[in-house]
């Protein structure tokens, strides 16, 4: 009788369970192009990380590929890593895609008070 119960309680957990989301993911309102950006039609930079030592490591985050100095991204060469901004080179122009701020992303901040 004992064991009927320990199995009927362990059946109804897994009902009560919630789905855990992940701490590490961006808020819904990042994730979504803001309407008329300029990052909206082409390459989109999500992330820059340069190493603390001189000379360390730059890397950045475009459209969910990592990418280093030199590499290829959506047509484009990378020539420059800075810390809010990265430099294509297209041909004979250069593109530069900046790191969206909180500022410029108002659904953000909608509904919290200041």
């Known amino acids: 009788m004992k064991l009927f119960f320990l ?12 789905a855990l989301q992940d701490p590490t993911r961006p808020p819904a309102a990042l994730l979504q192009p803001v309407a008329g950006a300029a990052g909206a039609e082409g390459p989109r930079l999500q992330s820059i990380l340069i190493g603390r030592a001189a000379g360390g490591r730059r890397v950045a985050v475009i459209d969910g590929e990592t990418v280093r100095v030199g590499d290829r991204v ?12 990265v430099h294509l080179r297209r041909g004979a122009s250069q593109e530069i895609l900046k790191l969206q701020t909180p500022d410029a992303a108002p659904a953000l901040n909608a509904g919290k008070p200041e």
């Open 74 to 85: 959506a047509g484009a060469r990378v020539i420059a890593i800075l810390s809010a901004e």
């Open 7 to 18: 199995l009927l309680a362990l059946a109804g957990a897994g009902v009560c369970a919630q």
